[in-house]
């Protein structure tokens, strides 16, 4: 299942099949392996949405560009950090 994540290709659709604890965890390793721009992985924090009502609110407040996805990374830095200059904020629409 990393293949597909290391590869890094785009999906534009998705399964609606909701994935198991054992493959989020998988993920989540995969994402705790991968580099963090400019060393900086103090001030990032992964947040795994996979309630379909936060899913719904995310995908409202992005004008549908997360195509449905089953589950999703949302990956914040801290207003603080060198990282956030290059950032965008996106407030929930409820």
Do not use: W
């Amino acid at each position: 299942m990393t293949d597909s994540v290391l590869a890094r290709h785009a999906v534009r659709s998705f399964k609606q099949d909701k994935l198991t604890s054992e493959e989020v965890d998988q993920l989540i390793s995969a994402f705790q392996a991968a580099p963090c721009g400019m060393g900086q992985a103090d001030v990032t924090q992964a947040v795994v949405i996979e309630s379909d009502d936060m899913l719904q609110r995310f995908e409202k407040s992005v004008n549908d560009a997360a195509y449905g996805a089953p589950l999703l990374f949302v990956i914040a830095t801290k207003l603080t950090a060198n990282l956030a200059n290059e950032t965008h904020q996106l407030p929930l629409k409820t």
